[in-house]
């Protein structure tokens, strides 16, 4: 089954691709149920799991506008507006996975996403999606992750920190020799 779910974000990817380009275009009679139906319908034989595509789709469509708002501040030098609509929408499915596909490790949501821009999207989109999907992850793991320290006791807590060894200082080369003709000369 997991192998199929990459079939399955390629006909999420192309559904909600397909959305954005016609919304664009101002259609009216855009029905995004008919247009996943119509996809799905293509590779019936070969999904077995046809729930997580349209949760992916429905879930997509429906948190684009705060997908990219978490998506803007990560990538900030491209407005969202001007990031290429195949990568954009990618962004999307990789961020919605992260953040709703508890089932699904972060690094195959990563990997996925940049095998889709891979063979969907421009020559630098793969690139461009792993670094952004990727400081999410990092950010993210960031702010859920404990601080380590160690507990510290009273009398620890009150005593002076150590005082800083000196290091020893080396003599240079040419000093030694002399003081060792020194003490061969004296004797």
């Known amino acids: 089954m997991a192998s199929n779910r990459h079939l399955g974000r390629i006909i999420a990817l192309q559904t909600l691709y397909e959305q954005e380009l016609r919304l664009d275009a101002n259609d009216t009679e855009f029905d995004i149920e008919a247009v996943l139906a119509r996809n799905i319908a293509r590779y019936q034989e070969t999904i077995d799991d046809v729930e997580f595509i349209k949760n992916l789709v429905k879930g997509v469509s429906k948190s684009a ?63 461009f999606v792993n670094g952004v999907l990727g400081t999410v992850l990092r950010s993210r793991e960031a702010a859920v992750a404990p601080i380590k320290t160690k507990p510290v006791s009273k009398s620890a807590a009150k005593a002076k ?22 003490k061969v000369v004296k004797k």
């Open 161 to 182: 920190p150590a005082a800083k060894k000196k290091a020893p200082v080396k003599k240079p080369a040419a000093a030694v020799k002399a003081a060792k003709a020194k």
């Open 65 to 127: 506008e705060q997908l990219d708002a978490t998506l803007q501040p990560v990538a900030p030098e491209w407005p969202i507006d001007q990031i290429a609509r195949m990568d954009r929408i990618v962004l999307r499915i990789g961020l919605y996975e992260l953040e709703n596909e508890a089932d699904v490790p972060p690094k195959v949501v990563i990997n996925e996403a940049v095998e889709l821009a891979k063979a969907f999207g421009g020559d630098n989109s793969s690139k």
